[in-house]
């Protein structure tokens, strides 16, 4: 394939590989130190490899991920090509493998391994029992940044509901991150009725309801660290200007701020007076700037500022290509 052919002494081939790896890695220690061993379902094949855990416990749940992930990884390198399915056929291999691994290290024995008795993680030393709503939150932030590292920056996928968010944002026109909730939504769903219920199991999980809260926390939580990381942590400002003191106010945008403007003619309903409107779009930290030069130039201005989700163009974002994964 083609990332297959670059060339080996390419810093960014070996960048790339480096970061799918270690967000696989990140991802997979926060399932197996803060989600499976308390039963949480936070979706994806590793949220139903916790399920079915439950009632076949000889099997781990890495294993479960490879039943899943094969399938989808398949479907994946049809729809989205060679190139791109390579990064996810290794990814989807890698973290299974590596949970599996990594649980074996952290526990005792092979009876500690199916029965995932946090009291027996790390000899006791990371039992966070009483304290579930702290492990999710912390489980589905470390999650989240595993898959927004192998996602965002690489765009691979982890596989699983990943496959299935982006498969529902290409022919479904679903925002990636809804789509992975709505196949989330079904995994929590067969956790609480095998976890929560019993079902196939031999008896129910203690407050196996409050369960299913923690685990619909988690893939809240996860999801939008996963958007914070495609997206950036804040958006751009939009300002609607309106004042009689344009020159000075150009002045102040072309030469301190360094950007741009656009005047928009507008109306006044009262006066029916022609105006010219500034728009301008700036950073969140630009804000502040403006709004003090505003009130020095022209106390009397009528400005709203408003959140400009995404900006494409010179001094903001590049335009997306064709098949690049978005979150909202």
């Not at 080996?8 to 997979?28: E, Q």
């Not at 398949?74 to 890698?94: C, D, E, P």
């Not at 982890?158 to 022919?171: A, C, N, P, R, S």
């Amino acid at each position: 394939t083609k990332a297959l052919l670059e060339p080996m002494g390419s810093w960014a081939w070996w960048r790339s590989w480096f970061l799918i790896f270690l967000g696989c890695s990140v991802m997979g220690a926060g399932f197996v130190l803060f989600v499976n061993p308390y039963k949480f379902v936070p979706g994806g094949v590793y949220g139903m490899g916790i399920v079915l855990h439950n009632i076949f416990p000889s099997v781990q749940v890495g294993t479960f991920g490879y039943m899943f992930d094969i399938p989808l990884m398949l479907i994946s390198m049809l729809v989205f090509g060679g190139g791109f399915g390579t990064r996810t056929v290794l990814a989807a291999l890698y973290t299974p493998g590596f949970m599996n691994v990594l649980t074996r290290l952290v526990y005792p024995n092979p009876e500690a391994v199916e029965s995932l008795d946090p009291s027996l993680l790390l000899g006791g030393r990371l039992d966070l029992s009483n304290d579930l709503l702290l492990t999710c939150v912390i489980g589905a932030v470390v999650i989240g940044i595993g898959q927004g590292i192998v996602v965002v920056r690489q765009q691979a996928t982890t596989g699983g509901t990943d496959i299935v968010g982006m498969l529902l944002q290409k022919f479904a026109g679903i925002k990636f991150s809804t789509g992975i909730l709505l196949a989330d939504g079904f995994v929590v769903l067969s956790g609480l009725a095998v976890i929560g219920f019993g079902i196939g199991t031999d008896e129910a999980a203690a407050n196996g309801w409050m369960l299913t809260l923690y685990s619909l926390i988690t893939i809240y939580i996860s999801s939008r660290v996963i958007a914070y990381l495609l997206d950036g942590a804040s958006y751009d400002k939009l300002l609607f200007i309106i004042s009689d003191h344009h020159e000075e106010l150009k002045r102040f945008i072309i030469d301190d701020l360094d950007r741009s403007a656009t005047y928009i003619k507008s109306k006044g309903m009262y006066t029916d007076s022609l105006r010219d409107m500034i728009f301008l779009v700036v950073s969140r930290k630009e804000v502040r700037l403006v709004q003090h030069k505003i009130k020095e130039i022209d106390p009397k201005a009528f400005v709203v500022v408003t959140d400009a989700y995404e900006t494409f163009g010179e001094g903001f974002k590049q335009f997306p290509e064709k098949n690049e994964i978005q979150a909202e």
